[in-house]
């Protein structure tokens, strides 16, 4: 059964993440009691936006069971590791999303039998993703104090991610978190375009600040 998750997916992109909620809340109850991988895996994103842990982890475990393809639980096992890291178990995190990068490394010349599409671009969509996980692992490296791997991890994703949206936007709000202010200076034009023509203000404004008065954009919740 072929599903729309985009009108969910802009409202979480352009910050209404209780729209979006209560959108995938609506999708989740057509699709019970069998459940669906996408649906639980963007409601579970949604619960853990909101400080809901607990239905995130269940959504996450939910989606993870559901999955059928390794890009899939590749990545759902990225989504996941932002559980524990939000509550501070970097630990728990790694171990998330060392696996994600395990199911999503794009140089693996195995096809993966339960995705069905030649394999090229079983591989060409691998790399984007393998290229965001690694962004998620720069978050913990950055919250473990490993600046330098963080450091080298997101010049890589930079590169690779360019023109890749909603990741490029994502992985550069985060980045500009924990890099001195030379480099958030450098990166707060393109950051702010995209949060700007995606019109998400909440992220426009989150931008702003974490460049400039980066204590306050601290506040906000990613």
């Known amino acids: 059964m072929s599903i729309d998750l985009s009108q969910g997916g ?16 609506n999708l989740r109850e057509s699709f019970n009691p069998v459940g669906n991988a996408e649906v639980e895996q ?16 269940a959504a996450f475990e939910s989606a993870y069971r559901l999955a059928r393809t390794r890009i899939h639980k590749g990545r759902i096992q990225r989504d996941w590791c932002m559980v524990p890291l ?5 630990g728990r995190a790694m ?13 693996d010349n195995t096809p993966d ?14 790399k984007i993703e393998y290229f965001t996980s690694l962004g998620f692992r720069c978050r913990i490296d ?8 963080a450091r080298v991890g997101y ?47 909440k992220r426009s404004a989150q931008v702003f600040l974490l460049t400039f008065c980066r204590p ?3 506040l906000f919740k990613n």
């Open 10 to 25: 802009r409202m979480l992109n352009s910050g209404d993440t209780k729209g979006a909620l209560r959108f995938f809340e």
């Open 42 to 57: 963007m409601y579970g994103i949604c619960q853990r936006m909101l400080g809901n842990y607990d239905e995130a982890e």
């Open 86 to 90: 939000v509550q501070g178990d970097t």
């Open 95 to 107: 171990k998330f999303i060392e696996g994600s990068l395990a199911l999503l490394k794009y140089d």
């Open 113 to 126: 039998p339960e995705d069905g599409r030649p394999f090229f671009q079983q591989e060409a969509e691998r």
């Open 142 to 149: 950055a919250k473990n104090g490993n600046i330098s791997r």
């Open 155 to 201: 010049k890589m994703t930079r590169q690779m991610l360019r023109d890749v949206r909603p990741y490029e936007l994502n992985s550069l709000a985060w980045e500009l978190k924990f890099v001195p202010f030379g480099l958030r200076y450098e990166l707060f034009p393109r950051a702010f375009k995209l949060a700007w023509k995606d019109r998400n203000w």
């Open 216 to 218: 306050i954009g601290l």
